[in-house]
């Protein structure tokens, strides 16, 4: 699943091809991924601009200029492309957005959505959800009070959307691998010094990631942009450790498949 690093790769990329530019043309292969009925939705988002583009967690809000929001999650397997109709990738496509004879492609959307609302029903939905990981305000301080009362493992915690926005199964592993700590360990069992590891591994981590573009394959024809980032230990089972040389061991956690390195994470 996109992450962090994806969607603010997305968005960049994304801001430089559509922002200003008019939707010309709206096709809904799925019903099921839209909201409302396609025709409402096609009356609202047609002949409207892209005034402005968020990303909140592992969502992107595209701004109209009627006012109304599109709240965009990939979810599991869902990916986008943005080229002219002979660059089309040969996949299902559920949703597509004409900009002229360029296209924004959402493919593999099962559990992904994109979703017509008001900007009031996009902060309600999203209100539950925690701070920015790289937002100047997310603090140590603000971490250390976040992780202060919890229980439970790192990997979950990391993984929770309401202590901490936009880490999932894949960055958690590479956090956790940085900060050479347990996936399994206790937040309860941290020490001072193993707290402030963490939040500078997650810094750390997501930045790294989206400087090189996050794992997802290119966004358009010549895009060297994105998928450049080369992971620590997920999805390595067997490689050695790049630290300590070791082979990276997979478990899975809570249904999740882990990845971690036994010797030099504690
Ligand atoms: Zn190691």
Redesign the pocket.
């Known amino acids: 699943m996109p992450e962090l690093p994806e969607m603010e790769t997305y968005k960049t990329l994304l801001e430089q091809l559509i922002l200003d530019k008019t939707i010309t043309g709206v096709v809904i292969n799925r019903e099921k991924s839209i909201n409302v009925p396609v025709d409402h939705f096609t009356r609202q988002v047609l002949d409207q601009k892209i005034e402005i583009m968020d990303r909140r967690a592992k969502h992107l809000i595209f701004h109209l200029q009627n006012g109304s929001c599109l709240l965009l999650h990939l979810m599991l397997g869902g990916w986008l492309f943005y080229g002219k109709k002979e660059d089309q990738p040969d996949r299902t496509v559920q949703v597509q957005l004409s900009f002229g004879v360029h296209n924004l492609y959402c493919i593999g959307l099962r559990l992904g959505y994109l979703h017509l609302l008001t900007p009031e029903m996009v902060k309600q939905k999203l209100q539950n959800i925690g701070p920015e990981p790289l937002n100047p305000s997310f603090s140590l301080d603000a971490f250390e009070a976040i992780m202060k009362n919890r229980r439970g493992s790192l990997k979950t915690a990391l993984m929770n959307q309401e202590v901490i926005a936009g880490i999932g199964n894949r960055y958690s592993d590479e956090i956790l691998w940085h900060a050479q700590l347990l996936p399994e360990k206790k937040i309860n069992e941290l020490d001072q010094d193993q707290i402030s590891r963490l939040y500078h591994s997650i810094q750390f981590i997501l930045q790294q990631a989206i400087e090189h573009g996050g794992y997802m394959g290119e966004l358009f024809k010549g895009d060297n942009k994105t998928g450049g980032y080369k992971m620590y230990v997920h999805g390595l089972e067997g490689n050695p ?1 790049s ?4 082979p990276i061991i997979k478990v899975e956690i809570a249904s999740r498949k882990t990845y971690f ?1 036994s ?3 504690h």
Do not use: E, K
């Open positions: 450790c630290r300590c040389g070791t390195c010797n030099c994470q």
